[in-house]
């Protein structure tokens, strides 16, 4: 065991942890922060993306003694009252059907937004690549970034 003191959604914390944890366990069983969801466990679907510098990331199979100082957002820290653009547009096209994937969809897309406000659906496409969701709903979500991408430029 090791102690990390992590800054999560802008708040600092205090984990005793073996190292190779990896940050999604940290993230739901120590810090009691759900909405990262467990997927594949080998950073594959993308269900348990989180933002680390502001970089999109599998939580999944970041180790907790990687992330040093670099501030860690979940989706519980996207928005203090999810109403961020993506959140608002995700309801606007009414993008999720069973749900699991979605929290990983918008922080993938919320990264790739910062970087590029202004995409083409074909870099929509390859930016949301990584990202699956087994109810297929890639149209919907597409259109929900095109919204949102237009609401913040």
Known sequence: MATFNLNINGKNHEVDVDPSTPMLWVLRDNLNLPGTKYGCGVAQCGACTIHLGGIAMRACSLPVSQVG???????EGLSENGDHPLQKAWLEHDVPQCGYCQTGQ?????????????????????????????CGTYVRIKAAIKTAAASVS
Do not use: Y
């Open 106 to 134: 918008i922080m993938n897309a919320a990264a790739f937004l910062k970087a590029n406000p202004n995409p083409s659906d074909s870099e929509i496409e390859a930016a949301m690549n990584g990202n699956i969701c087994r």
């Open 69 to 75: 100082n670099r501030p860690v957002t979940t989706i």
